[in-house]
């Protein structure tokens, strides 16, 4: 069983940045695809980027390809997602989420094992 905290939310102007982290124990972490997810109220949860296990690949949601960057480092059991040029729409709260077995290219939440408790990110204008 992995545990996932995520951290590094808060408050931000827009076309400022901020980075994720996501802490993982208990378990493999290199077996894991990791993928970061945001919901915002009112809205479903939402695939942003996507990492596999060496993370030689990677996917990134059109609303945030450019301007976001998953990383990860599996010396550290640790997932990243770099976020520029911020907008008030990114404003959201962001969960980490880790899947085992085969990358998907799938989209859903639903395909995720694990899931962190989830970081507030606020963009104001």
């Known amino acids: 069983q992995v545990q996932l905290v995520e951290s590094g939310g808060g408050l931000v102007q827009a076309g400022g940045s901020l980075r994720l982290s996501c802490a993982a124990s208990?378990?493999?972490?290199?077996?894991?695809?990791m993928g970061w997810f945001r919901q915002a109220p009112g809205k479903e949860r939402e695939l942003l980027a996507r990492?596999?296990?060496?993370?030689?690949?990677?996917y990134y949601a059109d609303s945030v390809k450019g301007r976001f960057t998953i990383t990860r480092d599996n010396a550290k059991n640790a997932v990243y997602l770099q976020m520029n040029s911020l907008k008030p729409e990114d404003t959201a709260v962001y969960y980490c989420?880790?899947?085992?077995?085969?990358?998907?290219?799938?989209?859903?939440?639903?395909?995720?094992?694990?899931w962190g408790q989830g970081t507030q990110v606020t963009v104001s204008s």
């Open positions: 989420a880790a899947r085992a077995g085969y990358y998907s290219t799938s989209v859903s939440p639903n395909l995720y094992d694990y």
């Open positions: 208990g378990g493999t972490f290199s077996s894991y695809v």
């Open positions: 990492v596999s296990w060496r993370g030689l690949t990677t």
